[in-house]
């Protein structure tokens, strides 16, 4: 069995079981799901008030991690200037595994920003092919369905409160 930490930031005090919130625009990339990573680091950057930490046995769980670098960019570039529909059948993949693991895009912010200006054409290619870039050692993990949630909720989970938030 391979059992391995995960950490969700939010500014959620109160959390008593996880669940998947219907949004009307997805803009995850990898779609519908509770998203968390194995980095506490990278969970604390994201500036929310609060961690909560779980353990998993990932084999007990269909999961897709082999996202191409080169394929998550698009899908993020699809998603950041609100294409999610074109993006949908490759997010809509995602939906027959429990867990999806992937890359984590780099100054998204930015991205966001850039794939607009590309999109409109204010930018060449060779502009925003600088802004395709990977965290390095960052990851998400996106919990996708009830049998996952059902298993973190059962098995409980830990809350920290990050200090000087």
């Not at 930031?9 to 009307?24: G, M, P, V, W």
């Not at 998400?140 to 920290?160: E, M």
């Amino acid at each position: 069995m391979k059992t391995i930490k995960l950490y969700h930031a939010t500014n959620y005090k109160n959390i008593s079981e996880f669940k998947i919130i219907k949004k009307k625009k997805r803009f995850c990339e990898l779609g519908e799901g509770v998203y968390f990573t194995s980095n506490l680091e990278q969970a604390k950057r994201f500036g929310k008030k609060y961690i909560y930490e779980i353990e998993i046995d990932i084999d007990l769980f269909k999961c897709y991690e082999h996202i191409q670098n080169e394929d998550f960019v698009y899908l993020c570039y699809l998603c950041r200037i609100g294409l999610e529909n074109i993006a949908k059948e490759t997010i809509d993949k995602f939906d027959g595994y429990d867990i999806v693991i992937s890359p984590v895009l780099a100054k998204a912010k930015k991205f966001a920003n850039k794939s607009e200006m590309f999109n409109e054409g204010d930018i060449d290619y060779n502009e925003i092919k600088k802004y395709f870039k990977l965290h390095e050692g960052m990851n998400q993990y996106c919990l996708k369905t009830k049998k996952v949630l059902n298993y973190i909720n059962k098995k409980g989970f830990l809350k920290y409160k990050i200090q000087d938030r």
